[in-house]
């Protein structure tokens, strides 16, 4: 198809050592129908939403041609998985391109589910409509949380079955991200490739997302601080509202600082910081209590790499990268903390707020809250329906927390528009996104296209959003799956 869809691609990663990707072709599917396009991205993207749905821009979004102008590889990486390491690589994606939009922004395009790679390793490289559709919603329901993510431009429907012990509907997601670089890329670059290579890899990440560490004396040193501190906001941010990401390996930490591979992830109902839904993480390796420091694990990995760059004597660049990774828990703790005072309504800070908060969260562990509706519940006001309320514990505290609103000199009103911003009213609840997801493997996109409607405004605070806000009184644990 010519460029009359709005395809402008810049292909730099395929500019870089032939050893970070192959040359690689999607598979020609049978029958593709667009399931779900996001006409909003597509328009992001410099791209005619009208003609990507026409049987021309669905063959692209299928991988059954190819848009002018692309240069389609698989990318090689490595990383520790559960902590173990592995020689890994795009086994069921290929990156088209990077489309530059009509502002002049990079983004990579990239087909998950498209057919085998040379990184395989005996898998199929397809993908089922069921987590393709999930990675849609989750994807996109980060994105209006705020929290920087990958993103979803479309979901098709191969017309043929991918078989995981069963045969099930196939489908090819169409992924927008700001680069599928990740520590897992650095990680192979460093076990595998020569110093050079290593060094080519970094200078161009830096270009690309850390420009202004070009102007630093030890520019390498300026790029892993920068990374560490991307890092640290973001896991803070997954841990504002509830969300545990299921299996932060190495390969799924981007350099950019976006979330991706949405797999076994989910969203807390009851808040327990040693709550796991994935189903492969048994021993709660990835809890959500335990996210934070496993980003600093990961961050440690990350430094490793860089070891060589950072200094022409091994034992200097050990010391600064043990100096720069010795900044993340404070800079964690920093973003947590202050996330924590915008959702209680605070614009200042006195001492014995981490007390409050902590107290909170341990009142709330021991009544089984809610965690989102506890919130949302300080926020309008409305304390009722929850057993928490009721105590002596949460009625004492929710003393202390009237008088601390009081010591600051901001209105009761600016305070509650404070939290308003950051307490979502609604998220993508377990029980809603598997009802959807189930629906549409039946035909039925309705359940969906509502549920996307009410998560895009999850600030809203509607009256349409309240039936969304209700938690299943259910006792059968919530699990999730890989789906790969």
Known sequence: ?????????????????????????????????????????????????????????????AGN???????????????????????LGDGRAILLGEQITPEGERFD????????????????????????LREYIISEAMYALGIPTTRSLAVVSTGQPTFRGVDLPGAILTRVAASHLRVGTFQYAAAFCEVDELRALADYTIERHYPDAKEDENPYFAFLKAMIDRQAKLIASWQHIGFIHGVQNTDNVTVSGETIDYGP????????????????????????????????????????TLVPLLADDEKQGVK??????????????????EGMRKKLGFFNEEKEDETLIDDLLEIMKKYRADYTNTFVALTTGCLEGMVLFATAEFKEWHKRWQERLGRQPESDKAALERMKSCNPAVIPRNHRVEAALDAAEKGDLSVMEELLVVLAKPFAYSEDQAEYQKVPASAAPYTTYCGT
Request: proline residues 8%; contains cysteine.
């Open 1 to 61: 198809m010519g460029n009359e869809t709005g395809w402008n691609f810049d292909n730099s990663y395929a500019r870089l050592p032939e050893t970070f990707f192959k040359p690689c072709e999607p598979t020609p599917v049978k029958k593709p129908e667009v399931v779900k396009l996001n006409v909003q991205l597509a328009q992001e993207l410099g791209l005619d939403a009208a003609l990507l749905n026409t049987k021309n821009g669905t063959d692209i979004l």
């Open 65 to 87: 041609a190819l848009p002018e102008g692309a240069e389609p590889i698989a990318q090689a990486y490595a990383g520790h998985q559960f902590g173990g390491f592995n020689k």
């Open 109 to 132: 395009i990239q087909l998950k589910g498209p057919g085998k790679t040379p990184y395989s390793r005996g898998g199929d490289g397809r993908a089922a409509l069921g987590p393709m």
């Open 265 to 304: 992830c989910a969203f807390m109902d009851v808040y327990d910081p040693a709550t796991v839904f994935s189903s492969i993480d048994r021993v709660g390796r990835y809890a959500y209590g335990n996210q934070p420091p496993i980003g600093n694990w990961n961050l440690a990995r990350f430094a490793e």
């Open 320 to 337: 600064l990268a043990e100096e720069a990774i010795g900044t993340y828990p404070e800079r964690f703790y920093t973003y947590w903390l």
